[in-house]
């Protein structure tokens, strides 16, 4: 199956400005702290907070580390200080002038209110799982024990602002997975972040996320090496195309149905560079560009629906085409399908899912150039591509059976090599292959999930290139053909060659015998009855000169009859 879900991958390390202006801080309110026996303490970056205010604190340090491009509008944050213990400077949004929230992602008064600043819900959503990851992070790892470490004995456990890093002996490097909700949309593999615990049990400030970046790079890569094996795929089709169209006696059914399998395959290239070169990649390239996406223009996702299109269109192609040499080899007295009928089947396979996705899209998910797929609407399109390859592989596996029974009647080895050829030929024919990368592995490493998309995006082009090669290129029919055009242009040309020789040729002929240049020619007049002559200016052309002075053959012969 091809893989049509481009998603990109960009880490937010950027900081929300806070706008506290000019507001005094005030004792906060609505916070009930519990007593002091009930005390949990959690570390958060390099302050111990009561569990309570952790919750505060977190869920605004997961709000505020983040792009700007998830939010419609920046919010006003104001402060104000809890005594506990300390005094605790709090967060908090106002609404009004008698209302306001604290980022609690359990009060679903704040989440509805946090929510509106948020692009869509996505974003809102992984707000929430990173505010639940830190409390995870305060109850699961942080203990008395964990959090207090005399003497340096080790470096406690910490909660980062996006990662929860447990207690680490000293003088080492703790590794932790990257968190999907720092990323644009979900990453295609684990990267790990590092943080460095010093020999004295103190944490470095600092928590190296540059190697959660490195999925961008690796995302590059892989693009870019897609958009060339497809360009090669192109590269391949398009002359095959080109020979389908320009042969009279090629445009039969079997032929034609190869052709248009060749044009879907060539669109849907097409259109997948355009999609990697005009929006993926350059968000890949540069953050900046994230800019592509969040406009949702209707150009991005006009691109994405005729993408989904042109893949649709090249599965359709592949079922037709399975069917009709079905049709030849097993049900050969069957009456030939109108060739309009297959036309209308392929549109309908096309246009019908590939429209009720685009639909759903516009409805429940109509953000990000219709790019990345959130709420499963993509299985749309894959049930109906599964569903022709499923049909494909039943006529394939009876086209088979129906080679074996007349191998069989002939025995021989010579008939088996053609029947292996024969199915070998038809694989590409009916997508066989994309059943070898119809699932991607789950929870793979970069390095398996990089080999994994390599592989499918080779299978991907390869289907073109190999398709025209069988059925075109290494078509007999085919090559004899091309071999009577280039006799026949070869002919054409050496007679064109020729014709040019010799003209040049008797032009200097011509040239060398009528016109002299040495001397200064005489002017001879002739009469019937006298010669005169005349000097006359240097080049004399003779064909002129007998022009002039003979107005007619019959003169010319009476003077020559009577010089006899």
Not at 62 to 75: A, D, L, M, N, Q
Not at 120 to 125: A, D, F, G, Q
Not at 250 to 265: E, F, G, S, V, Y
Not at 459 to 476: A, E, P, R, W
Request: charged content about 20%.
């Amino acid at each position: 199956m091809v893989h049509v879900q481009f998603c990109v991958f960009i880490i937010f390390i950027s900081v929300l400005p806070t706008s506290l202006g000019e507001v005094p801080v005030l004792p906060c309110r609505d916070i009930y702290l519990p007593g002091e026996n009930e005390d949990k303490f959690c570390l958060y970056r390099n302050t111990f907070y009561p569990r309570d205010l952790f919750l505060y604190a977190t869920g605004l340090g997961c709000f505020t580390y983040g792009s700007k491009g998830r939010f419609v509008e920046i919010p006003k944050l104001n402060k104000c200080y809890v005594k506990k213990h300390t005094y605790y400077l709090i967060s908090y949004t106002p609404i009004d002038n008698s209302t306001f929230f604290y980022y609690d992602y359990r009060n679903a008064t704040a989440v509805a209110a946090i929510g509106k600043y948020f692009i869509n819900n996505e974003y809102l959503n992984k707000w929430m799982d990173c505010a639940r990851a830190a409390m995870e992070c305060c109850d699961n790892q942080m203990t008395n024990d964990s959090i207090t470490a005399p003497n340096g004995e080790y470096c406690p456990a910490v909660w980062d602002a996006w990662t929860c890093y447990p207690k680490t002996t000293p003088n080492s490097i703790s590794e932790q997975t990257c968190p999907y909700y720092i990323f644009f949309s979900d990453p295609p593999c684990t990267k790990n972040s590092e943080k460095e615990c010093f020999a004295d049990g103190k944490w470095n400030d600092t928590t190296n996320y540059n190697t959660c970046n490195d999925i961008n790079t690796v995302m590059i890569s892989r693009y870019e090496f897609q958009v060339i094996i497809l360009s090669v795929s192109i590269a391949i089709c398009l002359p095959a195309i080109i020979i389908f169209y320009c042969y009279q006696s090629l445009r039969m059914t079997k032929n034609i149905l190869h052709r248009n399998l060749l044009i879907a395959i060539t669109v849907k290239n097409i259109f997948v560079i355009m999609s990697k070169e005009l929006v993926v990649l350059p968000i890949q390239r540069n953050d900046s560009s994230i800019s592509i996406l969040l406009e949702n223009s209707v150009a991005c996702r006009t691109l994405a629906f005729f993408e989904r299109a042109a893949i649709n269109a090249m599965f359709a192609c592949m079922l037709v085409d399975g069917f009709y040499l079905h049709k030849m080899i097993v049900a050969v007295f069957r009456k030939e399908p109108p060739i309009l009928w297959l036309y209308g089947a392929v549109g309908v396979l096309t246009l019908g899912p590939t429209l009720i996705w685009a639909i759903f899209k516009a409805l429940y998910n109509n953000f990000d150039c219709w790019i990345r797929d959130e709420l499963g609407h993509q299985w749309i399109l894959d049930g109906s591509r599964y569903l022709m390859l499923g049909v494909n592989v039943i006529l394939l596996l009876d086209i088979i059976r129906v080679l074996v029974w007349k191998l069989k009647r002939n025995n021989g080895t010579q008939h088996a090599k053609t029947t292996i050829r024969a199915t070998l030929i038809l694989l590409p024919l009916f997508g066989i292959q994309f059943i070898m990368v119809s699932q991607r592995p789950v929870n793979a490493t970069c390095y398996w999930d990089n080999v994994f998309y390599f592989a499918s995006y080779t299978i991907d082009s390869f289907q073109g290139i190999v398709v025209s090669l069988f059925y075109c290129y290494l078509n007999k029919e085919v090559q004899g053909l091309l071999r009577k055009t280039y006799q026949s242009v070869k002919r054409e040309i050496m007679y064109k060659y020729e014709n040019t020789r010799r003209t040049t040729e008797n032009v200097r002929r011509t040239t060398a015998a009528t016109y002299v240049t040495e001397q200064e020619p005489r002017r001879v007049t002739l009469k019937l009855d006298s010669i005169v002559e005349e000097p006359n200016v240097q080049k004399t052309n003779v064909h002129q000169w007998l022009r002039n002075n003979f107005t007619s053959r019959p003169q010319i012969t009476s003077m020559e009859s009577t010089n006899c």
